[in-house]
């Protein structure tokens, strides 16, 4: 799924320059569950960003799908983002006054067949609500949503186009534990139930141990990399739910 | 429109716009005020063409007058017996010319010996009932005007008699001309306006009945400046006629004067007048026709058939007297009437030379109030141009993150850019809109205060919105230009 060669991203502040990322050599095989963890400033989120397609590296090689995208023109990598990458931001950055079920439809209006009509952007956005168990909340708007609500929306609209890959720095970090879990609980199951490949950033070592598997960053640098024995460290709850998607 | 509307670019414009609704109202009143100024600019322009026609038929270039009897005024071939020679020609005269030593006596309209003055043949001499006729019958019935309303390229028809008679209000009196016409006088009197009442009308026509139309001159004499004489009652020929309107000067090129033929005087329907002065006859018929340059070929037909219905033979004269504006502007324009007469009947266009005159004097004003508009069209333009650059570059700064997401989930740089375009365009179309009533709107207030035709055509309105929607794609380009060059992550990262 995702092969990263070397990778190296530097910033240059006036004459100063600062390397985010120090080459970093990985992969992720589909449908894993990769955490990221490491101190603020580690260059995780930088890495991310590459991952998305939102950011190109400096130097060094990024394989999606077996395709280098890491020289790809804009719209190209546009293109990726819109069918092949879904995001999850910690400020979940909806767009204010506007129903839910308008926020998740946003990716619809940018497909490779122009904008999707509206009939059918409403049944697949309606679609991806229920996948988050939010159908009954479809006409609401941000305000008037929770926080582990408003999140959910945005991972039905990371969701609509069905992509492959699910990038979420921080998911968590504005919500209080019990919807941590619940968000990371759905996570785990869209895995789980689509094998859907999914990169969580996260500060919190509860969270991480939702992962497979959990890197950490320190400097640019991947540190440690160590697979998940994902029974053990998981809340019970958590357990459950991955069971129960497991056999169904 | 509704479907546009919905579409999720428009539709996230709109709601991005109500967002800064106070802004967007500002800037939108520019781009209004701009093309409201180019669409009435359009229409002064188009409106002079029209205007020119208006003004061609005001002057009455379109109109034909045929008169009973062959009869022609005792003329000398001297200036002053041509500007006694009848009402007509002097009405045609230019207002500085009237004031010449010669016409003063009419200008002045002293009532003390008016006959003398006022050197109208009466209704019957004209009738031929007298001396007049030259040896022809009275023979201009209403059964004339009948046929000649049928004739093509005819637009009215009126048949007249006219009087010199002495309007009483109790004691006051006030000698001038009385015209027995018809209801379709203020058609044909493109130039006339009522400052009080109406005309009167076909019923009143049909029962001969006893009211009358003051001219602007008439009223002030007889009931005073700024009075509304309409209702009241004035008395001619000792019987009582019901005023029921007052007609003044629609053009500033006409003002009404005493002396003159259209506002010095009161007008009747015909029906009344051959009543009361047991007349079955009609002094003259005036036609007008559809078109000012058809002028020449009407007037041979008209010729033609009254004529026939005459039952006049190849070798007799006509029982009648053709008197066309174009013959008239001829015999006023200081030509010994005699010349005048044979170059008329050998220009058989000649309503066309007059009407390249108005149109030069058409244009030039025309041109004059274009460049005046056309710069306060491009000023307002400017000035609604820039607030859509400002109102568009305060919706990029606010939406950055806005942005930044749609790129993430992914709008290419041209979608961004498209989305910000369409948001200025929405602004300015909405602003033409609005414009275009508001030009339409003052269109019709130029040509109501400033007597001058406009033409809002909707090619026009086409034309005035494509401007608005161009203003808004070029001010509307740079902001977009600016959104779409964000890089996704900064977008992403502000607060
Ligand atoms: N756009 C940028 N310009 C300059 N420096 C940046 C930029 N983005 C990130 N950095 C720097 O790169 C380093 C890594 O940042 P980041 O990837 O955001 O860390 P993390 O997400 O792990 O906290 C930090 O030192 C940060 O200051
Ligand atoms: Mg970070």
Request: with cysteine; glycine share 8%.
């Amino acid at each position: 799924m995702i092969d990263v060669h070397d990778l190296a991203k530097q910033y240059h502040i006036g004459d100063h320059v600062v390397h985010a990322l120090r080459g970093v050599t990985m992969s992720v095989a589909a449908a894993e569950f990769l955490t990221i963890v490491g101190p603020s400033g580690s260059g995780k989120s930088t890495f991310m960003h590459i991952l998305g397609c939102l950011d190109r590296p400096t130097t060094g090689r990024y394989v999606l799908n077996g395709r280098d995208v890491s020289t790809l023109p804009g719209d190209e990598l546009a293109r990726v983002r819109n069918e092949t990458i879904g995001f999850v931001f910690q400020g979940f950055n909806l767009l204010a006054r506007t129903s839910a079920l308008e926020n998740v439809e946003l990716p619809l209006l940018y497909t490779r067949h122009g904008v999707v009509r509206a009939a059918e952007r409403r049944d697949r956005a309606l679609a991806a609500l229920d996948a988050v168990g939010l159908t009954d909340r479809a006409e609401h708007h941000p305000s008037q949503l929770s926080g582990g609500q408003q999140q959910r929306v945005a991972i039905a609209r990371a969701l609509v186009t069905q992509p492959s890959l699910l990038l979420a720095d921080e998911p968590t970090g504005n919500l209080d534990t019990s919807t941590s879990h619940e968000v990371m609980e759905i996570f785990a199951r869209l895995r789980n139930d689509r094998g859907i490949t999914i990169v969580v950033i996260t500060h919190e070592r509860d969270i991480a141990a939702y992962g497979t598997r959990t890197v950490d960053f320190r400097d640019g640098l991947i540190v440690s990399d160590v697979p998940n024995p994902f029974d053990s460290r998981l809340p019970r709850n958590a357990r459950e739910s991955l069971a129960q998607g497991k056999s169904a | 429109m509704r479907a546009l509307l919905r579409h999720p670019v428009v539709n996230t414009a709109i709601k991005a716009l109500g967002r800064n609704r106070l802004q967007t109202g500002l800037t939108m009143l520019g781009i209004t005020v701009g093309v409201a100024t180019v669409l009435a600019m359009m229409a002064v322009g188009a409106g002079a063409q029209r205007s020119i026609e208006q003004q061609v038929r005001a002057a009455g270039l379109n109109q034909i007058t045929i008169r009973a009897g062959n009869w022609r005024p005792k003329v000398d071939e001297s200036e002053a017996a041509v500007a006694h020679q009848g009402d007509a020609r002097d009405s045609l005269r230019h207002p500085l010319e009237r004031l010449r030593g010669d016409v003063l006596p009419i200008a002045f309209h002293p009532e003390d010996d008016p006959m003398e003055k006022h050197d109208h043949p009466t209704a019957r001499q004209r009738l031929g009932d007298l001396e007049a006729g030259l040896g022809s019958a009275a023979t201009m019935t209403f059964d004339d005007a009948e046929a000649l309303r049928k004739l093509p390229g005819v637009q009215y028809v009126a048949g007249g008699i006219h009087e010199n008679v002495r309007v009483y209000l109790d004691k006051k009196r006030w000698f001038t001309r009385m015209h027995g016409t018809d209801v379709m006088m203020p058609s044909i009197k493109r130039a006339w306006t009522f400052t009080a009442g109406r005309f009167f009308t076909e019923r009143e026509q049909d029962r001969s009945s006893q009211v009358i139309v003051l001219g602007q001159v008439v009223a002030d004499r007889l009931f005073g400046v700024g009075a509304n004489p309409a209702g009241e009652e004035v008395t001619l020929w000792n019987q009582p006629f019901e005023v029921v309107g007052v007609i003044t000067s629609a053009t500033w090129v006409v003002q009404p004067a005493p002396g003159d033929d259209q506002f010095d005087a009161v007008y009747m329907p015909y029906t009344t007048t051959q009543r009361l002065l047991n007349l079955s006859k009609l002094n003259d018929i005036t036609v007008t026709a559809e078109s000012s340059g058809d002028v020449s070929r009407l007037s041979r037909e008209i010729t033609k058939l009254l004529r026939v219905r005459h039952g006049i033979g190849d070798n007799e004269a006509d029982d009648f007297t053709l008197i066309t504006q174009a013959t008239k502007a001829l015999t006023t324009g200081g030509l010994p009437p005699s010349v005048a007469r044979a170059v008329a009947s050998n220009v058989a266009e000649l309503e066309k030379v007059t009407l390249e005159q108005l149109a030069l004097t058409m244009e030039r004003a025309s041109r004059t109030m274009t460049w005046l508009l056309a710069a306060v069209a491009a000023v307002s333009l400017l000035v609604g141009g820039i607030g859509i650059m400002n109102i568009t570059l305060l919706s990029v700064t606010e939406r950055t993150r806005e942005i930044g997401l749609r790129m993430a989930v992914g709008a290419r740089r041209r979608d961004v850019m498209r989305q910000f375009l369409v948001e200025a365009v929405v602004i300015s179309a909405a602003g033409g809109l609005a414009g275009i009533i508001v030009g339409v709107i003052a269109s019709v207030g130029i040509a109501r205060t400033l007597q001058w035709a406009t033409v809002v055509s909707p090619l026009s309105m086409l034309l005035a919105f494509g401007v608005a929607a161009a203003v808004g794609v070029f001010f509307g380009w740079y902001p977009a230009r600016r959104a779409s060059q964000l890089d996704p992550i900064v977008a992403l990262r502000r607060e």
